[in-house]
């Protein structure tokens, strides 16, 4: 059994920043906080695998970064006060996820050149690791593979755009026209926004990035409607692409598994980064994660990504960091056909398989 690389070794470490502002998070937040008890950091769930399963000369932890009790997932009674729309949309705007992403990034600059592997809720928590790594190698040098439902690159002027059409046009729309905060939003870091402020920073290099498992590109038909607000929405993909941005959709993972085996063996940068969000399994291999809009891959698609990815690292391209994000801890511990969900199991063996050789 050998690591990834000989010489270094693989540190976990993890941050249970929850900031999802959508009414629906806010209420499952206030009706489970009086009742579900336990652990409510991701981190915690996974290490608790990766020490019964794992060799521990292979590993490290440095334990999860301390987060304010109202940003978590499961706040206690005492917070309850803060839990409101309101307070998440404050954060939000004034840059609350690129404060903590600082927080991550420090401790990735402790770790490097081990690997460092966060366990994490937040997305946007992948700029402080990604940057920092970034800096160390040159942007030229390192590659990121993001694996999710959701292309996460896109501004908030644009979703904001695609929303006021889809209020106007669309009878079933699941957005209230009166909701004060779907308008004049700023462009700060967040779950959804978090690439395309890493490539206007200059941090990523667009062409090296490899978005794998989306299934919000838009349809053929989006792109010919001459509104402006779909325009600038269909748009943000469109620049993707034209910057080099590597797309590939769920559809073409199902359809042609060696498509995109052939697509990651065209990585050549000497470094690479893997961003797992684990919706990328949302509604079919599991469900605790806090976006489940998309319906995912299955378990067996995931691990066969994985092995793609295990092959490149085999090849000499070398693995720089990884983190797996988008846990709802109020939802992993639900069961769902007759069984707990498997989003912590899935999530360890992501790392037993890619980085440890198990």
């Known amino acids: 059994m050998a690591m990834v690389h000989d010489k270094k070794k693989i540190v976990f470490f993890g941050c249970p920043l929850d900031c999802d ?27 608790s695998l990766i020490r019964k399963e794992v060799p521990s000369d292979l ?33 939000l705007d ?25 366990i994490g809720i937040d ?9 920092y790594l970034s800096e ?13 439902s959701h292309t996460d690159a896109l ?17 079933s729309s699941p957005f ?15 779950a959804s926004s978090f690439l395309y402020h890493m490539i206007e920073a200059g941090s990523l290099d667009p062409r090296h990035l490899y978005i794998i498992g989306i299934s919000d590109y838009p349809p053929k038909r989006s792109f010919r409607i001459k509104d402006i607000r779909v325009q600038e929405y269909v748009n943000q993909f469109l620049r993707l692409k034209r910057l080099g941005a590597t797309l590939i959709t769920k559809k073409e993972i199902v359809s042609s598994p060696s498509k995109l085996r052939h697509i990651i063996k065209t990585i050549r940068t000497p470094y690479f980064y893997i961003s797992v969000d684990m919706d990328i399994g949302a509604r079919n291999a599991l469900h605790g994660v806090r976006f489940l809009d ?11 990504i994985i092995v793609y990815l295990k092959d490149l690292i085999s090849k000499g391209t070398e693995l720089i960091g990884l983190d797996l994000m988008e846990f709802n801890p109020r939802k992993a511990n639900l069961e769902y056909l007759k069984q707990t969900d498997p989003v912590y199991h899935i999530a360890a063996n992501i790392v037993k398989r890619l980085l440890l050789g198990l």
């Open 21 to 47: 502002e959508r009414e629906e998070t806010v209420q499952e937040k206030l009706q489970l906080m009086r009742t579900q008890n336990g652990e409510d950091d991701p981190y915690w769930h996974v290490i």
């Open 59 to 91: 590993w490290e932890e440095k334990g999860s970064i301390e987060v304010e009790e109202w940003l978590r997932p499961l706040p206690p009674q005492g917070a309850i006060e803060k839990i409101k729309v309101e307070n998440f949309v404050e954060f």
């Open 94 to 118: 004034s840059n609350g996820c690129y404060t903590y992403s600082r927080r991550v990034r420090d401790i990735v600059s402790q770790i490097y050149p081990n690997i460092p592997c966060m």
């Open 123 to 131: 997305h946007s928590l992948s700029v402080g690791a990604f940057n």
């Open 136 to 148: 160390q190698v040159g942007p030229a040098n390192i590659s990121m593979v993001v694996l999710d």
């Open 155 to 171: 501004s908030m002027s644009s979703l904001a755009s695609i929303i006021s059409y889809d209020i106007e046009t669309n009878p």
């Open 176 to 190: 209230d026209p009166n909701d004060p905060f779907l308008k004049n939003r700023p462009e700060a870091i967040n």
């Open 294 to 304: 998309r319906k995912g891959l299955n378990e067996r698609e995931i691990y066969r």
